[in-house]
């Protein structure tokens, strides 16, 4: 019986000491890994270098027509006939649309004939008024009426105009959404109209560069419907209030459309030529780390270790292509990382593979340009 109990308990202290020992060596394991050093990060590297920029200001705007209305029928009737086509360009005063106006023709053909009638009895009792034979205010009593008959008239003429639509001014327009014989109420949209050659490219600026722009300066437009296109445009007009809100203050620019590619409501990124060129120090954008408490690069510096890279925050300036510019932090000639940024951290073993670089060009071209 005590053989059988030390056989147990030198059973249960060999498991207990197994299971004890293996935890103390999946600790070891885990402590030594930990404490070794994590291995280089290979990273793709970059010179800060100098560069000549014009001075740049970059925004996005949306273009408008220089003149744009809906137009629409100023009464009701019914369509009797259509003189525009679809996309058709059109001359300033055009008639587009006619309304039926049987019952305003006939109004005015008779205030017509009255009117001619009351001009022969004015200037009939004025002759008589000037020889004495009627008193003078029989004459007055003609000029009146002849007055109130013409204005009458002038009135009539006014709403029998209304039953047609035209053109306010030049330009194009835009799908046709009547049809004949369509009755329309006042107000009912007929056809858009816009005048689009030139036409106006509306964008903003923040304050700070406020004295750098003025009226006449070079600005240019890409479009994504016309890739590798520069559209060249200039300042027609500043506003001369700065929004609040946003602390930017709006501009609009003009540009020559003569056949039509550029069209009210497009999207573009703008650029505008602000002065003569300058020296910047610029970096590949991949080289700039963008984080809420600020912009950072990190900088390689040569140890004892090897190679380590530092963060080091910087100010940042205009972008140009695949190059931003950085207005402090950095000096010329010092190496950054331009890639793998995803896993550095300050003081960090790196190697360097520049096998494939990311493209760090001022003025980039897509390989299906």
């Known amino acids: 019986m005590k053989t059988r109990m030390l056989v147990m308990l030198l059973l249960t202290a060999l498991v207990f000491g197994a299971i004890f020992g293996f935890k103390a060596f999946g600790r070891h394991m885990m402590n030594s890994h930990f404490e070794a050093p994590p291995p280089p990060v290979a990273i793709a590297t970059a010179e800060v270098r100098a560069y000549r920029w014009p001075r740049v200001l970059n925004s996005v705007g949306t273009f408008r027509a220089r003149d744009g209305a809906r137009l629409a029928a100023e009464v009701d009737g019914v369509v ?30 008779a205030l017509a004939a009255e009117l001619k009638l009351a001009r022969l009895d004015r200037e009939r009792y004025r002759e008589l008024a000037s020889r004495r034979l009627v008193p003078q205010s029989e004459a007055d009593l003609r000029d009146s009426a002849y007055e109130r008959l013409a204005a ?61 722009v003025a009226v006449g300066m070079r600005v240019e437009a890409e479009l994504d419907a016309w890739p590798g296109q520069r559209f060249s445009g200039a300042i027609a007009a500043i506003e001369p209030e700065i929004d609040a809100g946003t602390r930017n203050f709006r501009l609009r620019a003009e540009f020559a459309n003569a ?9 573009a990124r703008v650029r505008v030529q602000a002065g003569a060129a ?23 510096n040569a140890t004892d270790g090897g190679l380590v890279v530092r963060q080091r925050f910087v100010d940042t300036g205009v972008a140009q292509g695949d190059l931003i510019a950085i207005e402090r ?10 890639a793998g940024l995803l896993k550095l951290r300050n003081e960090a073993l ?20």
């Open 152 to 212: 009458q008239l002038a009135a009539e003429r006014a709403l029998l105009a209304r039953k047609h639509v035209r053109a306010p001014f030049a330009g194009r327009l835009g799908i046709r959404q009547i049809s004949l014989g369509d009755y329309l109420k006042a107000g009912d949209p007929v056809v858009s109209l816009q005048s689009v050659d030139p036409i106006h490219l509306d964008f903003s600026l923040p304050e700070r560069v406020q004295g750098q």
């Open 259 to 267: 056949d039509g590619r550029l069209m009210p409501g497009a999207f």
């Open 329 to 338: 932090g950095l000096e010329a000639g010092e190496t950054i990382a331009a």
């Open 80 to 109: 009797a006939a259509i003189r525009f086509e679809s996309g058709q360009s059109v001359a300033a005063g055009q008639v587009l649309l006619e309304l039926e106006a049987g019952v305003e023709q006939g109004r005015v053909a």
């Open 278 to 300: 300058h020296e910047v120090l610029a970096v590949p954008m991949t080289a700039v780390r963008h984080e809420p408490f600020g912009d950072s690069v990190f900088v390689l």
């Open 350 to 369: 790196v190697v360097v593979n520049n096998d494939i670089l990311p493209s760090a060009e001022a003025d980039p071209e897509p390989d299906n340009r």
